[in-house]
């Protein structure tokens, strides 16, 4: 059984607040709070144990104040906690939904270094995992290249699936060793282009410049528009209608775990090692549409996902 390790920098609770209509101002009454171990990573391997195909891990730094409602969560979902303890509250993101729209207010979090960077780099070999996520952004006080040292450092053999953006993301990719994947939306994709990125052609060109790069898989996520896969074998559109909105919290994590899945799957199952470019958009796409129907990181059944999977609207993109 393939080995995921899913690396949070900087955990969030994820405190999800619904409305009727927010309006600035004024007092408000809530329909209902929810309350979740948030963060990236922990996202990501959430869906991923709800996949239930491969040994789950989670890791990262995490704030010893507040660290119950995480660890409760990981013990839930039978993730294995890999996580480095430091000093200090883990951040809380307060998510007010309402019926047009998602607004945030992510507080301040726990603080890291190069020694913290450290620990959590240490974890790869002791967990050798088979794919390793690194997701979300850093705690204040990380070297903005920490993406970049952990990739370096990761484990011979093994696959890394970055999702980051700003600073942190351009200078993961300025590095000798680059990920196997990555999954930028088109904001993210123009801050490493240096240039706003106004057109699908203009999104498109600087995306199959990362995969002349070297990066095996770009996932460019659209929101609502659906996502583009690209490899050296080619371009692919996907998009698939959501059946049921609760609220698009954590679906660009479930795609990061649809993406991670199928990745595992090819390893397993191909003796080549050859990326399934229609698995991935399927599979990506089909947690993530999945997600939609839950608040908090959580899939339905397998089968679900599978018939979800199926019916995902699959377009070859031409150069």
């Known amino acids: 059984m393939s080995t995921i390790l899913a690396i949070t920098l900087n955990p969030a609770i994820d405190q999800t607040i619904k409305v009727p209509l927010l309006t600035v101002g004024a007092v408000q009454r809530a329909e209902s709070v929810h309350y979740n171990a948030g963060g990236k990573g922990i996202m990501v391997a959430s869906c991923l144990a709800d996949w239930g195909q491969f040994s789950i891990r989670a890791g990262g730094l995490l704030g010893e104040s507040n660290s119950q409602i995480f660890e409760e969560a990981l013990k839930a979902k039978s993730i294995q906690d890999c996580f480095v303890r430091v000093s200090g509250q883990n951040r809380t993101n307060i998510k007010i939904v309402d019926q047009n729209d998602t607004t945030d207010i992510n507080l301040p979090g726990i603080a890291g270094n190069e020694v913290a960077l450290q620990r959590v780099a240490e974890t790869f070999a002791e967990q050798k995992p088979a794919l390793l996520v690194l997701s979300g952004s ?10 970049r040292q952990l990739i370096k450092v990761a484990p011979q053999g093994s696959k890394v699936i970055l999702d980051a953006s700003g600073e942190a993301l351009i200078e993961a990719l300025k590095g000798d060793r680059l990920p196997f994947a990555v999954k930028p939306n088109e904001v993210e994709l ?29 996932v460019i996520s659209m929101g609502g528009e659906g996502a583009y896969f690209l490899s050296k074998t080619g371009t692919l559109r996907a998009y698939l209608k959501a059946p049921k909105v609760l609220t698009t919290v954590g679906a660009g994590d479930a795609m990061v775990a649809g993406m991670t899945a199928a990745i595992a799957e090819a390893s397993l199952t191909d003796s080549t090692d050859e990326l399934d470019l229609e698995r991935v958009a399927r599979l990506g796409t089909a947690f993530a549409v999945g997600t939609l129907g839950f608040i908090g990181p959580h899939l339905p059944e397998n089968s679900v996902v599978e018939t979800l999977a199926q019916a995902v609207q699959i377009d070859k993109v031409e150069k």
Request: aromatic share 6%; charged share 25%.
């Open 138 to 147: 850093l705690a204040e006080g990380m070297p903005v290249d920490s993406y």
């Open 190 to 218: 123009s801050q490493w282009a240096g240039r706003k990125l106004e057109t699908t052609e203009a999104i498109l060109t600087e995306a199959r410049k990362l995969v002349d790069l070297g990066v095996a898989l770009v």
